[in-house]
């Protein structure tokens, strides 16, 4: 307000456009007089009003996998929160055929994927960052994070290498490995072509076991396996999803997801959520069906637990090289209270009831401005 007042000052006083126009009282400096009063305009409408340009978002959804309406679910949930006034929002549909984006009047408008931009209505959009918001591949495996670091264009979640490593449970696991106080259960990785010699490979595993596509997400191909006579099936419904599968011994205690964040600089641990399930284990179902599985955010525990935990996942966060919104799930053994990693979550669900809006709600944070500020945080690295 003092520049502009100043400047209005500054104009009154030299009143360079009359001097321009006026025959009378022109001058040799009545150009450049003109020229300085556009300059300093400019000046103040850029600091008054620069700022509030809204940005370009491309809010990626859809993928190959099982999970694309998940993500469908979760980009409507984002596109409705993030405030309107700092971001146009364009939600770019990704499948195996095409990408594209819907216009309002039902247009579907082919993304030019030379330089990822788009036109609508004449006129060429392009972005300025990208929220991927797509489970499993491509989004969540690296796959976009390269076609956009290819591109220059920022995202809000981990770079190619961590998302590819961390898509892969085994992987992550040999990784995490070893962070005080984090525990994991036995398993094996096994593969498809080799399917002769799996027998010998979980011979040595104690059941119950969990079967699991290894580069899979949702619990979609997932089974848990009580005598072993039921391998085979389960391991034929996992590799329908995937070519490698984790063999995982069960272990017994409470279930929790806690969503982790560097917003600032700062690592941020948002409250667990206890997962209690009617059925076997948290699967696809339990998910996403009303009722079948009961969440309770915060979860219930001690100030100690709760201590422990944050120390343990942060540091996670930190040797994955994570980036953005991420969510860890684990569970505190029963009789031990040992915390047995499960796995990381770099595209976690985003719909009105998933995890994390439940979480980032009960830190007392406004679900829009915290989508914001995951835009912001990928803009300014």
């Known amino acids: 307000m003092l520049l502009l ?39 103040i409408f850029s600091i008054t009003f620069g700022s509030m340009t809204a940005k370009n978002i491309a809010l990626m959804a859809g993928g190959y996998t099982g999970e694309y309406e998940v993500s469908i679910n979760s980009a409507g949930n984002i596109a409705a929160e993030l405030d309107k006034e700092k971001y146009h929002v364009y939600t770019i549909l990704v499948n195996r055929s095409n990408w594209f984006y819907v216009s309002p009047e039902g247009e579907n408008i ?47 979640n981990c770079d190619a290498a961590t998302s590819a490593l961390t898509m892969n449970k085994a992987y992550t696991k040999a990784i995490v490995n070893g962070i005080k106080g984090l525990y994991m259960a036995g398993s094996v990785q096994v593969f498809k072509r080799d399917q002769e010699i799996i027998g010998a490979q979980v011979q040595y595993l104690k059941l119950p076991l969990f079967i699991k ?32 599968v984790l063999v995982e011994e069960f272990v017994k205690g409470r279930e929790f997801s806690i969503g982790i964040v560097r917003l600032d600089g700062e690592i941020l641990v948002l409250p667990a959520t ?28 001690s100030e100690a637990q709760n201590n422990r935990i944050k120390s343990i996942v942060k540091e996670a966060y930190r040797v994955l090289n994570c980036k953005g919104m991420t969510r860890v799930d684990f569970i505190l053994q029963e009789g031990t209270d040992d915390f047995y990693f499960i796995e990381i979550n770099t595209t976690p669900g985003q719909s009105a009831n998933s ?4 979480q980032v709600r009960a830190a007392g944070l406004n679900l829009g401005e915290f989508y914001g500020k995951l835009i912001e945080e990928a803009i300014k690295v």
Do not use: C, W
Request: proline share 6%; hydrophobic share 35%.
């Open 110 to 156: 082919e993304v030019d994927k030379n330089d990822f931009s788009i036109n609508v209505a004449g006129e060429k959009i392009k972005f300025d960052a990208a929220f991927i918001t797509i489970h499993g591949t491509p989004g969540e495996d690296g796959k976009m994070q390269g076609y956009l670091d290819m591109l220059g264009i920022p995202y809000n």
């Open 355 to 358: 995890l994390i809006p439940q």
């Open 274 to 301: 206890e997962i209690i399930s009617s059925k076997e284990f948290f699967d696809y179902e339990a998910k996403y069906t009303p009722g079948v599985s009961h969440e309770i955010t915060p979860a219930d525990l």
């Open 213 to 244: 596509p290894n580069n899979g997400g949702s619990s979609v191909g997932m089974s848990k396996v009580n005598a072993k006579e039921a391998l085979p099936e389960a391991l034929e419904k996992a590799f329908a999803e995937d070519e490698q």
């Open 5 to 43: 007042a100043h400047t209005k000052m500054r104009l009154k006083a030299a009143n360079p456009v009359n001097s321009f126009f006026n025959p009378v009282n022109s001058g040799k400096n009545s150009g450049k007089k003109l020229f300085t009063a556009i300059l300093l305009l400019h000046i």
